[in-house]
């Protein structure tokens, strides 16, 4: 965090003394595990130092920057409800808030979860928007082991609706690699992709067959022990990509050709 957003940053939090507003060390850690279910004083977190300051300072430089920004908005309202921590001075008060307000919006713009690209409300299903908010809340808040069944669930539902604009219906029973497969082979058979990317596109049946099994057998769809969550993030993130690739060949076939000067109007 560069000297000058730093400065501002332990103004508003009185953090910079290796204090955090009211917080002692257990009351922080439990602030934390009770709303967010973070453990805050963890090693990861402490690149500068073991403080309750210093921890705080090193979650924001590397947590996920739209969990960091939806926890500090939530630790300004904390602040704004403490006696003697605002400033006595209003204006003072409103320009700290401003500059709140900036940098956790920056914090947003930052994140590199490119959900949206991924995650479409594809159909009237009324389940679509609860899922991908649920989905979004687990990825945002590092639990991609916790957001994996879901994640799959996504997945059926996309491929499937793919399908069925494509009049390929498709068995309440069949697993997630098996629809992605009937699917990889449509967008062959109608070109949809080129001859460089479809070595690729073919590999992604082994990736979906692998979020199938974690799902099965790591994950919350039934009694298992979670799957690490590096591993997690690690086949989440390689769904993300594989998802938004196919929302832009979809897009892409969406889009009406433009009518030739060669064709006879009718």
Same mark, same amino acid.
């Given at each position: 965090?560069?000297?000058?957003?730093?400065?501002?940053?332990?103004?508003?939090?009185?953090?910079?003394?290796?204090?955090?507003?009211?917080?002692? =060390?257990?009351?922080?850690?439990?602030?934390?595990?009770? #709303?967010?279910?973070?453990?805050?004083?963890?090693?990861?977190?402490?690149?500068?130092?073991?403080?309750?300051?210093?921890?705080?300072?090193?979650?924001?430089?590397?947590?996920?920057?739209?969990?960091?920004?939806?926890?500090?908005?939530?630790?300004?309202?904390?602040?704004?409800?403490? =006696?003697?921590?605002?400033?006595?001075?209003?204006?003072?008060?409103?320009?700290?808030?401003?500059?709140?307000?900036?940098?956790?919006?920056?914090?947003? #713009?930052?994140?590199?979860?490119?959900?949206?690209?991924?995650?479409?409300?594809?159909?009237?299903?009324?389940?679509?928007?609860?899922?991908?908010?649920?989905?979004?809340? $687990?990825?945002?808040?590092?639990?991609?082991?916790?957001?994996?069944?879901?994640?799959?669930?996504?997945?059926?539902?996309?491929?499937?609706?793919?399908?069925?604009?494509?009049?390929?219906?498709? $068995?309440?029973?069949?697993?997630?690699?098996?629809?992605?497969?009937?699917?990889?082979?449509?967008?062959?058979?109608?070109?949809?992709?080129?001859?460089?990317?479809?070595?690729?596109?073919?590999?992604?049946?082994?990736?979906?067959?692998?979020? #199938?099994?974690?799902? #099965?057998?790591?994950?919350?769809?039934? =009694?298992?022990?979670?799957?690490?969550?590096?591993?997690?993030?690690?086949?989440? $993130?390689?769904?993300?990509?594989?998802?938004?690739?196919?929302?832009?060949?979809?897009?892409?076939?969406?889009?009406?050709?433009?009518?030739?000067?060669?064709?006879?109007?009718?």
């Amino acid at each position: 965090m560069p000297s000058q957003q730093r400065a501002v940053f332990d103004q508003i939090f009185h953090s910079g003394g290796g204090y955090v507003l009211d917080f002692s =060390d257990r009351t922080m850690a439990e602030w934390f595990e009770e #709303n967010f279910d973070i453990q805050i004083f963890q090693q990861r977190f402490q690149v500068e130092g073991a403080s309750k300051g210093k921890t705080l300072r090193g979650f924001v430089e590397v947590a996920e920057p739209r969990l960091v920004a939806q926890i500090l908005r939530v630790l300004w309202t904390y602040r704004c409800g403490l =006696d003697g921590y605002l400033e006595p001075d209003p204006a003072t008060e409103e320009r700290l808030k401003a500059w709140l307000e900036q940098f956790t919006n920056e914090l947003e #713009n930052a994140s590199a979860l490119n959900l949206d690209d991924a995650f479409k409300d594809f159909s009237r299903d009324t389940t679509l928007p609860k899922l991908r908010a649920s989905i979004a809340a $687990d990825l945002v808040a590092e639990k991609p082991d916790v957001a994996l069944d879901r994640v799959h669930t996504y997945c059926v539902k996309r491929f499937r609706d793919l399908l069925a604009s494509r009049n390929q219906a498709v $068995d309440a029973k069949t697993p997630l690699d098996a629809i992605f497969g009937a699917y990889g082979k449509a967008l062959r058979d109608e070109g949809a992709v080129s001859e460089f990317a479809l070595p690729t596109l073919r590999v992604q049946h082994k990736l979906f067959d692998g979020l #199938n099994q974690a799902r #099965n057998k790591r994950s919350f769809a039934h =009694d298992n022990e979670l799957l690490d969550v590096s591993e997690a993030q690690f086949i989440i $993130d390689s769904v993300l990509a594989s998802l938004a690739f196919i929302e832009r060949i979809e897009a892409s076939r969406q889009t009406p050709a433009e009518d030739s000067d060669d064709e006879i109007p009718f």
